[in-house]
């Protein structure tokens, strides 16, 4: 049998080049879309997922597509099993990198010698449904520049995550939010691997990614505009080992710190939803009532001292609040999630992320009350309070309390 030529291994900079190198030459004719699935010993899925794409891909771009399979040079020779293949998938290319490691580079590199003006990546362990490329890719035609397959949006979902791996993805986006919210905010799903993006929108630009979630990295440092998001369920690995470990973990948090220093993260270009947040206000204002009734009774007539007085009022406005938020300002979410269990998790992770603000609600009522007004103005000190918390609780609860977040496996 005779194998293509494995592909050239660029060097220099991680840049994407705003024309396809091949076509710059006068070598190539352009293609539609280009996709890149790094690998790391993934031998066992590399036919399984060649074919499914292959299929989906010839019956809606026949001939205007390539796949760019780039591998780790792993120990179980999955580029080998890839090159075999070519004579039975034309539209494949193979790397096999020997000095380079990671997935974020890997899929930089595939990129870079892409031939397409759309460019994709998606993992190798089936992991991600290859049927959800194509609503992918019909986004990006239909204007989008970035597509992302999301968990958190309707038709998303895990099949079966552990409670610590649960607690762990959701604890990293709250992390993002914070330290980058003009990134991580900018998609319900910044931890996705799972995504296409316009060529035009991320040629140029040096990459420096860290880690394996690539996904911040294009938009923290592209010209990303318009952003579309479709619904896919997380798919438990047919075969292989899952790569998942602390030091992904660590990683991300360097790539925020990253992205965070470097000056400029992309402008926040989505749409505020003002109308939800009206409706948030609302219910907040309402819950202001609840708290300074609450405070007023705890410290005035049962003498308890001002943090324990607000502790429980605080936590009282939050019940409030969630069941006014629930019924209301994220009713159209909360349809698709039905039933007294599913409500029971948006009250604990509501409560959750209230708390949260709870604390910094604590801290500032004594800060005001105790040094700027010198123990005077308890109420106004609770006031400012409340409003200087009011814009993280929404959009906090916003990414991460009213979302899709489980399926049946």
Same mark, same amino acid.
């Given at each position: 049998? @005779?194998? !293509?030529?494995?592909?050239?291994? +660029? @060097?220099?900079?991680? *840049?994407? +080049?705003?024309?396809?190198?091949?076509?710059?030459?006068?070598?190539?004719? +352009?293609?539609?879309?280009?996709?890149? /699935?790094? @690998?790391?010993?993934?031998?066992?899925?590399?036919?399984?997922?060649?074919? *499914?794409?292959?299929?989906?891909?010839?019956?809606? %771009?026949?001939?205007?597509?390539?796949?760019?399979?780039?591998?780790?040079?792993?120990?179980?020779? =999955?580029?080998?099993?890839?090159?075999?293949?070519? &004579?039975?998938?034309?539209?494949?290319?193979?790397?096999?990198?020997?000095?380079?490691?990671?997935?974020?580079?890997?899929? /930089?590199?595939?990129?870079?010698?892409?031939?397409?003006?759309?460019?994709?990546?998606?993992? &190798?362990?089936?992991?991600?449904?290859?049927?959800?490329?194509?609503?992918?890719?019909?986004?990006?035609?239909?204007?989008?520049?970035?597509?992302? &397959?999301?968990?958190?949006?309707?038709?998303?979902?895990?099949?079966?995550?552990?409670?610590?791996?649960?607690?762990?993805?959701?604890?990293?986006?709250?992390?993002?939010?914070?330290?980058?919210?003009?990134?991580?905010?900018?998609? @319900?799903? +910044?931890?996705?691997?799972?995504?296409?993006?316009?060529?035009?929108?991320?040629?140029?630009?040096?990459?420096?990614?860290?880690?394996?979630?690539?996904?911040?990295?294009? /938009?923290?440092?592209?010209?990303?505009?318009? %952003?579309?998001?479709?619904?896919?369920?997380?798919?438990?690995?047919?075969?292989?080992?899952?790569?998942?470990?602390?030091?992904?973990?660590?990683?991300?948090?360097?790539?925020?710190?990253?992205?965070?220093?470097?000056?400029?993260?992309?402008?926040?270009?989505?749409?505020?939803?003002?109308?939800?947040? /009206?409706?948030?206000?609302?219910?907040?204002?309402?819950?202001?009532?609840?708290?300074?009734?609450?405070?007023?009774?705890?410290?005035?007539?049962?003498?308890?001292?001002? =943090?324990?007085?607000?502790?429980?009022?605080?936590?009282?406005?939050?019940?409030?609040?969630?069941?006014?938020?629930?019924?209301? #300002?994220?009713?159209?979410?909360?349809?698709?999630?039905?039933?007294? $269990?599913?409500?029971?998790?948006?009250?604990?992770?509501?409560? #959750?992320?209230?708390?949260?603000?709870?604390?910094?609600?604590?801290?500032?009522?004594?800060?005001?009350?105790?040094?700027?007004?010198?123990?005077?103005? $308890?109420?106004?000190?609770?006031?400012?309070?409340?409003?200087?918390?009011?814009?993280?609780?929404?959009? %906090?609860?916003? $990414?991460? !309390?009213?979302?899709? #977040?489980?399926?049946?496996?």
């Amino acid at each position: 049998m @005779t194998y !293509s030529s494995l592909l050239p291994i +660029p @060097t220099g900079p991680l *840049q994407v +080049p705003v024309v396809a190198r091949d076509r710059a030459d006068g070598n190539s004719q +352009p293609l539609k879309f280009s996709l890149v /699935i790094p @690998t790391y010993n993934e031998s066992g899925n590399v036919e399984k997922i060649l074919a *499914q794409l292959t299929h989906l891909l010839d019956g809606f %771009i026949p001939n205007d597509y390539e796949l760019i399979l780039v591998d780790d040079n792993s120990p179980d020779q =999955t580029w080998q099993v890839a090159q075999a293949l070519t &004579a039975d998938y034309p539209q494949l290319r193979v790397m096999r990198r020997q000095q380079e490691r990671g997935l974020s580079s890997a899929v /930089i590199r595939g990129w870079q010698v892409a031939r397409g003006d759309i460019l994709g990546v998606i993992d &190798a362990d089936l992991q991600h449904p290859p049927e959800v490329l194509l609503k992918l890719l019909q986004s990006v035609l239909d204007g989008a520049d970035l597509a992302v &397959a999301s968990r958190h949006v309707e038709g998303g979902g895990v099949s079966d995550w552990s409670v610590v791996r649960r607690f762990l993805s959701r604890g990293a986006q709250v992390l993002g939010l914070v330290v980058c919210p003009a990134v991580v905010g900018r998609v @319900t799903d +910044p931890m996705s691997g799972y995504f296409m993006v316009r060529r035009s929108a991320i040629g140029g630009p040096h990459m420096n990614p860290l880690g394996y979630k690539i996904l911040l990295e294009v /938009i923290g440092r592209g010209r990303i505009g318009e %952003i579309a998001e479709v619904g896919y369920v997380f798919q438990e690995r047919e075969s292989g080992e899952s790569k998942v470990t602390w030091r992904q973990y660590v990683e991300y948090l360097g790539h925020l710190a990253r992205l965070r220093s470097r000056g400029r993260i992309g402008r926040l270009r989505q749409r505020f939803p003002i109308e939800r947040f /009206i409706r948030f206000g609302i219910v907040g204002f309402s819950g202001v009532f609840v708290d300074m009734a609450v405070l007023y009774i705890m410290s005035e007539i049962f003498g308890l001292g001002l =943090t324990r007085s607000k502790i429980i009022a605080g936590e009282v406005a939050i019940l409030n609040n969630f069941l006014w938020n629930d019924a209301w #300002t994220f009713a159209d979410i909360a349809q698709g999630q039905k039933g007294w $269990k599913a409500r029971l998790k948006r009250l604990l992770k509501f409560n #959750t992320i209230c708390l949260g603000g709870l604390i910094m609600n604590v801290l500032l009522i004594n800060f005001f009350f105790n040094i700027v007004f010198q123990k005077n103005f $308890k109420y106004l000190s609770n006031l400012i309070a409340i409003a200087l918390v009011t814009v993280w609780n929404f959009w %906090i609860n916003l $990414k991460l !309390s009213w979302r899709v #977040t489980e399926v049946k496996p």
